[in-house]
């Protein structure tokens, strides 16, 4: 049997082990384990720089997709008309019937042909060595101007494809340089001081790459589509340029009226 005393101390030890505090880090790592681990809920417990790189993460991914939309549209609709001028010039047709049909449409392969006629109305109808030669120059000009034209708005889609990365890369150092400064503030190394900073951190990481794909993929996919129409531009010159040597061999060049 238990002593008296030894009973008394052993009541005394329970007593005092329930009425002991629970360690503060237990009660801290509740109040600090985040609710919320959505990419909303990260967003808006971030702080305000990684807010800010992740907002400009988000446009800069709405320009690249706003960019695929109004360039595809272009592309298309400036391609099937350039080859459809293609083709009425690969026919039996002169130079002041193409000239009509063109009128003064602002198309590409319409500019070329009122400068392939312009040129012709310049030269008087005089039949030299060096009209052809003048002639590929205009078209060249036109060719290049054609060409500035539809790629304009592709450049962002690189700029964005190279620099998103290392912007969300930079929301990702600042993140995780708060986390440090929490364990710091915290006197912690608690997962639940540690964790919030370096989530919110790599969501920024996350964005820069969701910007960053896309726009890659996407331009390189217009360069290609830029080339082909360009690659019609060529065709439509060279077509010129063959029914421009077709009228001098033939002696029949009368374009001064046609182009007025």
């Not at 008296?4 to 629970?22: C, D, E, N, Q």
């Not at 099937?80 to 083709?87: E, G």
């Not at 990702?172 to 919110?200: D, R």
């Not at 690659?231 to 340029?241: F, P, V, W």
Request: proline share 3%; net charge positive.
């Amino acid at each position: 049997m238990l002593s008296k005393s030894r009973l008394r101390h052993m009541i005394g030890y329970v007593v005092l082990t329930a009425l002991a505090p629970v360690p503060a880090f237990a009660a801290t790592d509740e109040a600090l384990l985040p609710r919320n681990l959505s990419p909303w809920g990260m967003f808006v417990s971030a702080d305000i720089v990684v807010k800010a790189v992740m907002i400009g993460l988000a446009c800069a991914s709405f320009v690249t997709w706003t960019v695929w939309l109004a360039k595809t549209v272009e592309l298309r609709r400036k391609s099937s008309l350039a080859l459809r001028r293609t083709r009425e010039l690969e026919g039996n047709i002169k130079l002041a019937a193409a000239a009509e049909r063109a009128g003064e449409a602002r198309d590409a392969v319409a500019q070329l042909i009122q400068s392939c006629a312009k040129e012709a109305e310049l030269s008087g109808g005089i039949l030299d060595d060096g009209l052809q030669e003048r002639v590929a120059l205009r078209l060249e000009r036109v060719e290049a101007a054609m060409s500035r034209q539809i790629a304009r708005g592709t450049g962002v889609l690189a700029t964005i494809g190279a620099t998103a990365p290392f912007v969300g890369l930079f929301g990702t150092v600042w993140g995780i340089m708060n986390s440090f400064i929490g364990i710091s503030e915290s006197h912690t190394t608690s997962l639940a001081v540690v964790a919030p900073g370096i989530a919110e951190a790599l969501l920024a990481t996350a964005l820069g790459l969701v910007a960053a794909i896309p726009a890659v993929v996407i331009y390189n996919q217009l360069v290609r589509s830029i080339a082909n129409y360009r690659a019609l531009l060529g065709d439509a010159s060279a077509q010129l340029m063959l029914l421009v040597s077709r009228q001098r061999d033939n002696r029949d060049f009368r374009l001064a009226r046609a182009a007025e």
